[in-house]
């Protein structure tokens, strides 16, 4: 059997089907039914944070954000290291993208060189807390008062993490997060928006369904509302969370044992607590990297180029230079990391890695 870089947690088919047996019962498929709302409460529990929106996804998430704060021109400051989606997300809402390098140690947003690149069109700092690891919060919210900007994380992979005891997600004016299959706590699709200020989340909530109440229309609106069947799933995947991130904490600690000094490793913040979201290897050049595919590719082993190439370099933005990204982006790799992984394929995994790296 193939091994690719994730495979979804899947909870017993019985619990998923309790969760849709009452909808059947009550015949509320969508429109922020029970299962929503019920989710919507765990999960704003479970993280700590108030104004939490349960959204279709966390794409929808990152352009409501933008929106909800009347961010609808102008230039926003983001990382080129991340997935293509919080840069898309961004121009999709009429906004331009200019991009600030990355750090080396962890791969999120250099927040020392974030200054030099505001212009009088700057409205926001869009980070990504890649691979569940923390940007510089406290610094880049320093920036932000100072020139009155607002902060929106891209929490796509933040569940779970935590920093300096509070949720990831607790962070910035505005956060999201995605709870697509391929995610650490999944609804098959989903996201979130935790807001910070309750005038921009009842904006947001009047937003995410059309901009009105019955025959009041008072805004313009999206349709970013979520099934009761997608809550179903992340009802039934609830009580498995704490598991879920036990178990890839194993999976990542045999890797450590097994890969240390054979390949490097990104550095993590001592406040983290870490959620084991991703496990990236970054090898010495791309050729490393390409030579370590082709040999686990032939055991039927698909590790992923997470992430490649570097945003800045996509075809569709203004050019920008963006060396550390770029470099990176040439030689990360993430890979395989899911609950249930055995130890006999990760150990296999690592066997193969060691023999083609120099
Ligand atoms: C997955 C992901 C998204 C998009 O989330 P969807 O729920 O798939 O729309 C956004 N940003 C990052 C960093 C992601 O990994």
């Keep these: 059997m193939a091994i690719y870089v994730t495979k979804s947690f899947m909870p017993p088919v019985e619990e998923y089907n309790n969760h849709v047996a009452k909808i059947f ?49 102008g230039e926003i400051i983001t990382t080129p290291f991340s997935y293509v989606a919080t840069t898309s997300s961004i121009m999709w809402q009429r906004c331009k993208p200019v991009f600030v390098d990355i750090e080396r140690n962890n791969f999120t ?44 994380y891209d929490g ?23 709870f697509h299959a391929t995610k650490l706590f999944h609804t098959i699709e989903g996201g979130a928006c935790i807001v910070k200020d309750k005038n921009v989340s009842d904006k947001l909530e009047m ?29 039934a995947n609830y009580p498995y969370i704490e598991k879920i991130i036990a178990d890839r904490k194993r999976v990542s600690d045999l890797y450590d044992t097994l890969l240390t000094g054979v390949v490097s490793r990104p550095k993590t913040q001592k406040n983290l607590k870490y959620n084991y979201a991703y496990y990236p290897v ?18 039927e082993i698909y590790p992923r180029r997470y992430f490649y190439p570097s945003l800045n370099k996509l075809p569709y933005v203004q050019a920008q230079k963006c060396p550390v990204s770029e470099d990176i982006s040439s030689r990360v790799a993430c890979l395989p990391l899911y609950v249930g992984l055995e130890n006999k394929t990760i150990e296999q995994i690592a066997k193969i890695i060691r023999e083609n790296v120099k």
């Design 109 to 152: 947003i250099d927040s020392d060189k974030i200054e030099a690149a505001i212009t009088p069109n700057t409205r926001a700092i869009m980070a990504v807390h890649v691979f569940g690891y923390a940007c510089d919060v406290d610094k880049i919210q320093k920036i932000a008062d100072k020139h009155n900007l607002k902060v929106i």
């Design 207 to 235: 937003q995410k369904r059309f901009g009105h109440n019955g025959d009041d229309h008072q805004m313009l609106g999206i349709n970013a509302k979520q099934s009761e069947f997608h809550a179903a799933m992340g009802l």
């Design 25 to 73: 019962e009550n015949g509320i498929l969508t429109n922020q039914g029970p299962n929503v709302q019920e989710l919507q409460n765990k999960l704003s529990g479970y993280l700590g944070v108030d104004n939490f929106h349960y959204l279709s996804n966390g794409t929808i998430a990152l352009q409501l954000a933008l929106s909800a704060m009347d961010i609808n021109d």
């Design 156 to 178: 796509a992979h933040a569940f779970g993490s935590k920093y300096n005891d509070k949720s990831l997600l607790a962070y910035g004016d505005v956060s999201t997060c995605s």
């Design 282 to 299: 970054v090898f010495k050049n791309e050729q490393e990297l390409l030579n370590v595919f082709a040999a686990l590719n032939k055991k």
